[in-house]
DNA sequence: TGACGTCATTGAGATGCCTCAAAGTCGTAT
DNA sequence: ATACGACTTTGAGGCATCTCAATGACGTCA
């Protein structure tokens, strides 16, 4: 663990600077063209619990990355209920899927106290002219996120409840793995009621695994604390096409 | 109707004379701009039903453009069954999720005899770079897919089986409507099988459904042959976020 | 520190979809 | 024309998950 993940940082880091920089947008310029995407980041004060970014139908007008804390997606079913579509943690890029409309389609809420760094789309793109590679990053970061959201679509149409979980825990794993955290022990930013219905499960479904998960001694979980306990069965049970060759945790400490 | 939907084509048409163009990549592009497009595009003989356009794993090199005909693309769960991620029909692309990796995600199969443009993903990269109307539109085809793909997981983690099923009928009657055919009456190109295998429903939940449907005068269906007999009931069942404002069936002929 | 509201857990019963099984229909190729 | 295989339909029963209900734990703020 390199440092906690919720230090405080300032507010106002530079690209450059930041720790989150070989994750997030600046990996794909070099350090003297880093300064100019710099220059159009705009960092607003911290968004407190519950604040949104933006909501659903708002202009579309900027991308979002993370820096701090935690945002989760969100639209509303036609039954006006919340569907959440993306949880999202530091150094990844949210509001893209809003590119092609005039809105966003989704609401964007903080789930804890969270920093973020917006970048205007019409300067990301007049950026992107200059930089094939930037452009190229944006792409690949597109193409991503549609990977994933197949992965997710094949989660919710054949897996069970016990596999979905499984999935979530060790994908989350992974992605705090990434940002040099452990991934056998961290805090769930969401509720038990955000990732059942993230993962398309009633909230007493998701208690009930978590219960059955602790019993069989694949995790331990303390409210929003949860250490994972034996990872070779919580991957197998994921199924091992869920995490990427370079993401796989490792098993001991 | 402006023709049939699988009339013949000759297979070597120029972008510029397809009856697509105002659907597809083109649509980027002014006229004389379009003949480099067409001067990169590699047209391949007609595909036959069950031929693979690319497998899961084969080195990513092109995007495809379909010009007749259907397409899915499908990956292997962990058990080895297959789970189909996309329909494609003519003017849409597929292909673009396997860009930022080395190999394609998924494999492409034809559904029935198929025509298809392909688009060497450098040489549209090289094109990209010097006409950023093309790269805009491409950044707004990965940008719908990625909205499309979370309209395809709320139907998978919220709605029953007759909500899914009128939201993929409507959905194909849009698409068919968008291409200049009819959206009332249209024959599918996947069997029962592959349409529950797509929206997470067994074969036989799929037949029940179409069954029932039938008795309440929604549609009327014999084998692969659908005609939508009461589209503002099947559009209510389907729930009206399914739909962009611009792709609203008309109810009446 | 205590009280409140929110969130999590557990139990019991209901249900929608799946699985298995069998019969019926269609398309196709010989 | 016929026969075969593949696809579709229908029925019956089982099961995973949902719903409803109640209790328990936690965090927060006065």
Redesign the pocket.
């Given at each position: 663990m390199t440092s906690k993940p919720n230090a405080r940082q300032p507010s106002h880091v530079a690209c450059r600077d930041c720790s989150l920089s070989s994750l997030c947008l600046p990996l794909a310029l070099s350090i003297k063209d880093i300064d100019q995407l710099d220059n159009i980041i705009k960092r607003g004060r911290p968004l407190k619990k519950g604040e949104h970014l933006f909501l659903e139908g708002d202009q579309f007008s900027s991308v979002f990355a993370v820096r701090s804390g935690a945002i989760k997606t969100y639209t509303a079913t036609n039954e006006g209920e919340e569907q959440i579509t993306g949880f999202y943690l530091p150094s990844e890029i949210l509001g893209l899927s809003g590119m092609d409309t005039d809105t966003y389609p989704v609401s964007a809420q903080a789930m804890e106290t969270t920093m973020i760094c917006e970048i205007p789309f019409e300067l990301l793109e007049m950026l992107s002219d200059q930089f094939p590679e930037l452009r190229r990053h944006l792409m690949r970061l597109m193409s991503k996120r549609i990977r994933e959201d197949q992965q997710m679509m094949m989660l919710l149409s054949k897996k069970?409840?016990d596999e979905r979980i499984a999935t979530f825990l060790i994908n989350l794993a992974s992605r705090f793995r990434r940002r040099g955290f452990s991934s056998q022990s961290f805090r769930l930013s969401m509720?038990?009621?955000e990732m059942g219905n993230y993962l398309?499960?009633?909230?007493?479904?998701?208690?009930?695994v978590?219960?059955r998960f602790q019993k069989n001694g694949l995790i331990s979980?303390?409210?929003?604390e949860v250490e994972i306990r034996n990872s070779v069965e919580l991957c197998a049970l994921a199924g091992g096409k869920t995490l990427d060759p370079n993401q796989i945790l490792v098993t001991s400490a």
């Open positions: 069970n409840a509720s038990r009621n398309g499960l009633a909230v007493e479904t998701v208690s009930r978590f219960t979980a303390v409210g929003k």
